[in-house]
């Protein structure tokens, strides 16, 4: 059969929370996939917010970003007015057009949180993994 293009791995679910961080599951990850080039995908509401994640500065310093346009944010000022996101201006690929996305994994997760059924906004295999596996169950 043929190949899937993704892989599936439980390493952020099984690391102890509050003391492991976006920084920690790159290390992993580029080490797991030496040979590959990563990328980290994120969504434009993200970026204020990203200078101010633990380890950001190794973080942001040693990854490539693609970074999706959400609502009216004007992703390239974000990057210009703050320091840190613009030193490193070269490790973010701003998409623009084409593809806006406004569903981001926290509302899924709060969508599962209240009690709603966010089915229609995932792939169904992603979101019967989520099901069997109570995912989000316990989370507050």
């Given at each position: ?19 492991h ?14 040979k ?50 613009r ?54």
């Amino acid at each position: 059969g043929e190949k899937s293009r993704f892989e599936l791995d439980d390493y952020e679910m099984k690391a102890i929370a509050g003391r492991h961080y976006t920084y920690n599951t790159m290390l992993y990850l580029r080490e797991k996939y030496s040979k590959d080039q990563l990328f980290f995908l994120m969504g434009a509401d993200l970026l204020t917010q990203l200078p101010k994640w633990t380890y950001a500065s190794e973080l942001i310093k040693s990854t490539q970003f693609i970074v999706i346009e959400r609502g009216n944010l004007v992703m390239h000022r974000i990057i210009a007015e703050i320091p840190l996101l613009r030193k490193y201006e070269r490790n973010f690929t701003l998409i623009y057009k084409g593809l806006v996305n406004e569903i981001s994994s926290s509302y899924i997760r709060e969508e599962f949180q209240y009690g709603s059924d966010p089915r229609y906004l995932l792939p169904e295999s992603v979101y019967h993994y989520i099901i069997e596996n109570n995912v989000y169950k316990g989370e507050e």
